[in-house]
């Protein structure tokens, strides 16, 4: 038993973007990428699955009022922002809270060896802050459990399961 409830729904479709370097999944609408039936789950406004080629990455960009959750499946995400740059590699959770406003920058620290990392956008109020934690975790009332293979968030009673898509 994985923890899930009955009849969760199951998420293996996804939206897709690219810019030099970087190749993107996308749950719910973002950037190019638009379904008006796909637009939050409760507070949870995003879930990406980024592959970031050596020396690419999401340069200096905006985010307010929102929690950022960054777990790496393979490779090591280089995190700059309001605090010392921190060196984030697989299997804990790393959220940023942006509170009224934060400005970071998210690079692959490799130069040889490709990253992969699925970000998850939680819509909260708080401090600007980071901190790593172990899954499963809370954060904002959105319960985040991670698998190789699948993410399940959980609000109230609400359950969703996405897949992630295999490695090609």
């Known amino acids: 038993m994985d923890g899930r409830s009955f009849g969760a729904p199951v998420v293996t479709a996804w939206g897709q973007s690219s810019q ?3 190749e993107s999944r996308h749950w719910f609408s973002s ?3 638009y ?3 796909r637009v939050a789950f409760g507070p949870v406004v995003g879930v990406d699955d980024h592959r970031v080629a050596p020396g690419a ?9 929102v ?4 777990w790496v499946l393979d490779g090591s995400l280089l995190h700059s922002g309001a605090s010392e740059p921190v060196v984030v590699g697989p299997g804990r959770l790393f959220v940023q809270s942006t509170g009224s406003g934060v ?3 998210e690079w692959n620290a490799s130069d040889d ?5 699925v970000q998850i956008t939680v819509l909260a109020d708080g401090d600007v802050g980071t901190w790593f934690a172990d899954a499963p975790a809370t954060v904002a009332g959105v319960r985040i459990s991670v698998s190789s293979s699948t993410v399940v968030l959980s609000v109230d009673q609400d359950v969703l399961d996405v897949q992630l898509e295999k490695e090609t």
């Open 31 to 33: 950037g190019p990428f």
């Open 113 to 117: 060896v490709r990253l992969r990392f």
């Open 35 to 37: 379904d008006p039936a």
């Open 103 to 105: 400005r970071h920058r």
């Open 57 to 65: 990455g999401f340069d200096w960009h905006a985010h307010r009022g």
């Open 20 to 22: 030099p370097g970087i």
């Open 67 to 70: 929690h950022i959750v960054s």
